[in-house]
């Protein structure tokens, strides 16, 4: 019996010396086995194309395969191309055209719709469900509206004996009808954003202003945007790097035309790759898009962020 209990004595004093000897912070790399999934397709889907592109963007590569070393021949060849210059243009244009009215049509709908009422539930998913179809049907749905002589925007015009505008075949229209289609179908999300920053917003500062007579103006001007400023930054980004990926809708509504006017960046890729099966030209596009868009998402965030500190 005694020699039981000094053996059992002796297992835990090894036990406690282990315990002792082991560092609590010290890491457990069994632990890695929950994020090698999620590190596997990171850098499969996003690390390895990124330096592929950039070493393909360096040869002279086609259908059949990776030629020479050619170095910045490629992105020589794409500022000397007018259309890729066009293509840049176009780009920023349609950028500017929706990501301000997302942002801001985003937070009048989130602010008019932050009521805890049926009619405010209902709104909200009327507006989100949009945000759920395809591209193809958006484009459908917009290029029956906007066709010339019997779409629904020319019949609406023929009421008041009008000509209406002709946003898939004028120059300067060509790329407003896109973005006010892009918005119709993009504004779901910001609008949910700025929802769930706003009921994170605690109602005592609300009753507070309440109490102090604030009125409307003063309490969204000095209360809500002030919350909200770092989903508003948010919100511009991922406006930002979404937008600049324009194809679906461009490719579906006026084929890039015309003369070139709504052809952005991912479609001047899409055919240097895909068409003319210049597959070097490609990836250099490929590769300024991706710093245009780091370019600019830094951008905003900087300052978005300045502007936070002052405040």
Known sequence: MAETTLSATRTLAKASARLKVQNINAPLWRNAIFVLPYLFFFVTLLIVPLFWGIWLSLHKADAFGVGRFVGIDNYLRLFRDKIFIQAIGNTFYFVLLTVPALAIIGLMLALALNRKTRTAAALRTIYFSSSVLSVTIVTLIWRIVFIGNFGLLATIYGWFGATPPAFLSDPKLAMIGIAIATIWWCVGLPMMLFLSALQQIPGDIYEAAALDNASRWRTLWYITLPSIRRTFALVVIIQIVLQFQLFGQAKLMTNGGPNNVSKPIVF????????????????????????????????????????????
């Open 268 to 311: 001047y890729i899409y055919e240097a790759a895909f068409t003319k099966w210049d597959l070097g030209l490609g990836a250099a596009a490929s590769e300024i898009l991706f710093m245009l868009i780091l370019v600019a998402a830094m951008a905003q965030y900087v300052i978005s962020r300045r502007k936070g500190e002052e405040v």
